[in-house]
Nanobody
């Protein structure tokens, strides 16, 4: 069992920055690839970013490339999502997720069905 707790979400103006964090506890954190997803009202949950178990590979959806950066610290059991140049369309609940396995393939990270554990989410609101 892995427990995930997100933090850092809040109201921010367009063009601003936020840093989301996800603290993991339970099983060996380095055995898990980590992903960030988001869900806006009335929309399906969508992939945002992911990082492989070692941190050597990162993946982003096109709409956040160049603005968001995912990182992890296996010694602290943490994964972070630095979000810069925020836009109103980034408004959503952001979820951290963990998938067991040491894959470096993008296809294994973009599918929410491949994740084993989820956090409760943190609200990010970007005002125009």
């Amino acid at each position: 069992q892995v427990q995930l707790v997100e933090s850092g979400g809040r109201l921010v103006q367009a063009g601003g920055s936020l840093r989301l964090s996800c603290a993991a506890s339970g099983r060996t954190f380095s055995n898990y690839g980590m992903g960030w997803f988001r869900q806006a009202p009335g929309k399906e949950r969508e992939f945002v970013a992911a990082i492989s178990w070692s941190g050597s590979s990162t993946f982003y959806t096109n709409s956040v490339k160049g603005r968001f950066t995912v990182s992890r610290d296996n010694a602290k059991n943490m994964v972070n999502l630095q979000m810069d140049s925020l836009k109103p369309e980034d408004t959503a609940v952001y979820y951290c997720a963990a998938r067991l396995g040491r894959s470096n393939s993008a296809t294994t990270y973009i599918d929410p069905g491949r994740y084993n554990y989820w956090g409760q989410g943190t609200q990010v609101t970007v005002s125009a």
